[in-house]
């Protein structure tokens, strides 16, 4: 409850930062996207992290203000960063349930986009699995919606959920970030190959592009590019930081 107040006066005090981690293609290992990350730097100056903060931020509510800022800032900052070394690089937001469903979240997309100037297809959208099972006609025309305007879409954590593949095939959706879970193992579990090995070839299959989160090792890296993984993303690549970090990743590589 504490907690909850305390996020409260997050938002009204400009506590909220977004830091951005690198998604490097995994050939050229240049940066070609990057993910949002939402940061509270606590009135001490001590940094909370989004496991602590956003499901107390989703049960309360407060995500549905956090989250419009969220979306807001990282369009104006991608705008920004497309006049220097990071140009033609995208930034993808995680979007919560309860941000989803909401009646206005297309509008307030499209208000986003609006305001900052940012080129719809440099904007991607982070969603879960569960957000996709058995959605309702609204929700259905909600993605249709969103992948008129421009938008891209993937599905984050993808494996952990309950995929269907039928919503795969029927939707727009763009890309499947593979969850870290099975990257993890994946150079001392075979399960966990066989796992990564079958979500890129479904990927490659239905034309989508695939992402390996969570990649920390020289083996990983090498083993995914074995396997055709279009893109990589985790600690070996970069981990998250402030868009001066991410220019200079630009730069000088990964
Ligand atoms: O100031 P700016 O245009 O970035 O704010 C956009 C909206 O997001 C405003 O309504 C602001 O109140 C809201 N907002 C929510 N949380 C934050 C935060 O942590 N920092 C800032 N700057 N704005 C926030
Ligand atoms: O960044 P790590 O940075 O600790 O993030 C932990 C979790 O919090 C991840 O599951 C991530 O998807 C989620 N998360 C980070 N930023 C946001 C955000 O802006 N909105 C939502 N809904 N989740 C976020
Ligand atoms: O659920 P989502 O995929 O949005 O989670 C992003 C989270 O993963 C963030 O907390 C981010 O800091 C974390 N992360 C990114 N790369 C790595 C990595 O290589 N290893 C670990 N353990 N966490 C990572
Ligand atoms: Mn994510
Ligand atoms: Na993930």
Known sequence: FDLENALRFALMRSELFLE???RVDTSSRKIIATEALMRWRRPDGEVCL????IPIAETSGLILGMGNWVLKEACRA???WQHGPLKGVSVSVNISQVQFVRDNFLSFVMESLRETGLPPHLLELELTESMLMEPSESIQQRIAGLSALGVKLSIDDFGTGFSSLAYLRRFAIDTLKIDRSFVMHMTDDPEDASVIHAIIALAISLGKRVVAEGVETVQQATQLAALGCHEMQGHWLGRPG???QL?????HGT
């Open 20 to 22: 951005f981690q690198p």
């Open 50 to 53: 989004p496991d602590v903060f």
């Open 78 to 80: 991608c705008k920004a």
């Open 242 to 244: 402030d868009v001066g």
């Open 247 to 251: 220019a200079q990743l630009a730069r």
